[in-house]
C-alpha cells in the first residue's frame, strides 16, 4: 500500500508548451498532498524540455519526491529524457486509463503529459488517476525488474 496523497510529495517540470498545464495541475494539487517542488520552467519563454525532466527525475531518484510529474508539448520528448535515468520509470499519459494502468502494471513514478493534446481538465482527470492507483505488484514485478536489466542484458 502506497503512502496517502496527504503524505505524498510531487516534482514538477515543464517546458514552454507545457507551462500553462503544470500551472494548473500545480494549483490544483498542492493542498491535496504534503509537497509540491516546481522545477520550471517560469514562463512561456522558449526553453528545452530535458533540463526539466533531469531536475524532476532526479528529486525522484534521490527520494526528495515520491513522484515527478512533467509536461511538454507532445510529452514525448519530457518523457524520453526522464526515462534515462536509472530508477526512473517514466509513463506518457494522454488518459486516466493509461495513467492509471502505468501505476498499477509498471510501478510508474514519473507521469509525463502531452500539453497540446490535453485539456485541463483532462489533465486533472489523469493526475488523479495516476496518484490514486497503487502498483500491483505479482506478475508486474518480475517485469518491471527487468527495466533495469535492460542494459545489463544487451
Known amino acids: 500500500m502506497s503512502k496517502p496523497l496527504s503524505e505524498i510529495k510531487l516534482a514538477f517540470g515543464s517546458d514552454h508548451a507545457g507551462f500553462e498545464l503544470k500551472e494548473e495541475l500545480r494549483e490544483y494539487i498542492k493542498t491535496k498532498v504534503a509537497g509540491v517542488e516546481d522545477f520550471g520552467t517560469y514562463s512561456l519563454d522558449s526553453t528545452d524540455y530535458p533540463d526539466y525532466a533531469h531536475r524532476v527525475a532526479t528529486a525522484v531518484e534521490n527520494g526528495n519526491a515520491d513522484f515527478g510529474i512533467l509536461i511538454c508539448g507532445s510529452g514525448n520528448g519530457i518523457n524520453m529524457a526522464a526515462n534515462k535515468h536509472a530508477g526512473?520509470?517514466?509513463?506518457?499519459?494522454?488518459?486516466?486509463?493509461?495513467?492509471?494502468?502505468?501505476?498499477?502494471?509498471?510501478?510508474?513514478?514519473?507521469?509525463?503529459?502531452?500539453?497540446?493534446?490535453?485539456?485541463?481538465d483532462e489533465?486533472?482527470?489523469?493526475?488523479?488517476?495516476?496518484?490514486?492507483?497503487?502498483?500491483?505488484?505479482?506478475?508486474?514485478?518480475?517485469?518491471?525488474?527487468?527495466?533495469?536489466?535492460?542494459?545489463k542484458i544487451s
Open 123 to 151: 489533465g486533472r482527470k489523469i493526475l488523479d488517476a495516476f496518484l490514486s492507483a497503487d502498483f500491483e505488484g505479482g506478475r508486474h514485478q518480475k517485469r518491471v525488474e527487468k527495466i533495469a536489466l535492460a542494459e
Open 88 to 120: 526512473i520509470r517514466s509513463a506518457l499519459s494522454w488518459n486516466k486509463e493509461v495513467a492509471e494502468l502505468a501505476r498499477l502494471h509498471n510501478n510508474a513514478n514519473v507521469l509525463a503529459l502531452p500539453a497540446r493534446f490535453i485539456s485541463t
